[in-house]
C-alpha cells in the first residue's frame, strides 16, 4: 500500500521502521557563565570518511540547538541500552539537564557523558536548513569507543534493545 508523502501520518509511519541509535549531544554552556546544555536526538549519521564528518538534525523549535550552535561545537554521545534515563533526561525540559550526570570535558571543550557507548566530538562544519530541521554537518576532531555495551535504539516509536540474531 502507498500513499502520497504528505500525509505525515503515514510519511511517519513508514520511516519509523527505520531504527536509530539513541544520541545526546552536547556542548559547552555560553562564556557568561551558562552550564553546558545537551539534547537527545534519534537522527545523529555519518556523512563522510574524507574529510570525517557526521550529521544531526535538531528541530527548527528546538531551545536548545541555538545554544549549540552558537557554541560552534558539539559532541555526540551514543547511548547504551542501559540509559534510558539519560534519554529521558535530555529529552524532557528540565532547568539543568546536567545535575546529577557524570561527564568529562573533551580537548575540545564539549561534554563527554560517562559510561556513553562512544562519543564523536566535532565543530560545527555547516548547517542547512531542512523543512521543521536543520541539518547540522560536524567535522570530527575526536572520537572513541568508552565500552563494550549494545545501544538504545528508537524503532517504530519506541526505545528498544538490540538482541543478536537467533535470540529472544
Known sequence: MSEHPENSDFFRK????????????????AADGDGPVGMTVGSFLSVSLDPPLV????????????????AGKF???????????????F?????????????????????ILDD???FVDCD?????PAGDHVFVVGRVRELALEKES????FFQ?????LLPLGEG
Open 157 to 161: 516509536g519506541r526505545y528498544r534493545a
Open 124 to 128: 560545527i562544519e555547516a548547517v542547512h
Open 116 to 118: 556513553c557507548l562512544a
Open 14 to 29: 513508514v520511516l519509523s521502521h527505520c531504527s536509530t541509535a539513541v544520541t545526546v549531544i552536547t556542548a559547552p554552556g
Open 75 to 89: 559532541c555526540a554521545n551514543v547511548l547504551t541500552q542501559d540509559q534510558m534515563d539519560l534519554c529521558t533526561r
Open 55 to 70: 550529521a544531526f538534525l535538531p528541530a527548527t523549535s528546538s531551545s536548545t540547538w541555538p545554544r549549540i550552535r552558537d
Open 150 to 153: 549494545e545501544p538504545l535504539l
Open 91 to 111: 529529552t524532557r525540559p528540565v532547568a539543568d539537564r546536567f545535575a546529577g550526570v557524570g561527564y568529562r570535558m573533551s580537548d575540545n571543550g564539549s561534554p
